[in-house]
Every structure is written in C-alpha cells, then in structure tokens.
C-alpha cells in the first residue's frame, strides 16, 4: 500500500468532495484522514489515503482531471517515531506574528508542529481580539514541560493547556 497526500484548492462550489471521493472509491482506495475548509469563496483541503501501489499512478492523473480542482499530491511513507504527541490549546490577545512566535518556540525546543488550527474572535466582555489556537506537536517527551514554559513565556497573556 502507498499513502499520498494530497493538498488541493478550489472556487467553492458543490460536489468537490463527492468527486474527490468517487475518484478514489472508483480505484480502490481508503479515504483515512482529512482536513478541509471554507475560505474566502474557495474550498481546500488536504488528505490522507492509501491505495495499492499499483493503482496508484492512475489515481493521480484521474485527481489531476477533476475540473477547477488545483492540486499537489505527494507519495508518502509511514514514519515510525518515539516522540511524544501532546495536544496543546493556546490562547492570547491577537496580534501580528504571533503564529510565528508559537511555530519558532515549539521549533527551537524540538518539537514538530503537526498540525494547527487557529481562529481569531471577540472576547465575550471586552469585545477584543483573541487568537485561539490548538496545537498538536511531537515532541520528546522529557522536553514537554521545558516546551510549555517557553511557550507561556512569549506574553504574559498566552495561556497554554494540554488537552486530549
């Protein structure tokens, strides 16, 4: 079995993920995971599935004909690692740079930024804007709690919880 990932962007319309996932049915393979939005009028994505080896080259060419549908999709291989994966909930007033910020620290305590979701919204009583985040890294698990403090040491206002 191969895994691809495959990124893809697209002008909002119905029916994109029906045909990403007939085209994939139609050749045998399994949808696993996947990650996708509405934004500024378009829809994108990327996703995870495995799919036999040898039907694999045709899927990608019947991907790269699906209409209005720009896409990049890559081969990728299983990685068997021993790091810790933490889930983390970050919350702050927004400001400019503060995703660079999180990204640099949880970098340079050797971590890797899996995956992370963010939104921007009004506090319920001061109406400001607060940036909330949540995090999932891989990190070495003796280094956790070295990683969480500098985290809360970017602002005194980062508030940072490990969740599940």
């Known amino acids: 079995m191969k895994h ?6 697209s002008p909002d319309r119905p ?10 049915k139609t050749h045998g393979g399994n949808w696993e995971q996947s990650s996708m939005h509405h934004m500024s009028g ?14 694999t080259e045709l899927l990608i060419k019947d991907i790269e004909k699906i209409e209005n549908l720009e896409t990049l999709i890559k081969i ?21 740079g503060i995703v660079q910020e999180i ?9 890797n930024l899996i995956k992370l979701v963010s939104i921007t919204e009004s506090a319920a009583h001061s109406g400001q804007n607060l940036f909330k985040a949540k995090a999932t890294v891989d990190v070495l698990e003796k280094n956790t709690d070295e990683l969480i403090s500098a985290l809360e040491n970017i602002a005194d206002d980062l508030m940072v919880d490990i969740s599940q």
């Open 42 to 55: 378009f829809f994108s994505g990327v996703l995870q599935i495995a799919i036999d080896e040898k039907k």
């Open 76 to 96: 990728g291989n299983a990685q068997d690692t021993k790091l810790a994966r933490i889930i983390l909930e970050l919350t702050a007033n927004d400001r400019a």
């Open 15 to 24: 029916g994109i993920v029906e045909s990403l996932s007939d085209t994939i």
């Open 4 to 9: 691809l990932v495959i990124s893809f962007i």
């Open 103 to 111: 990204s640099s620290v949880i970098h340079h305590q050797g971590g």
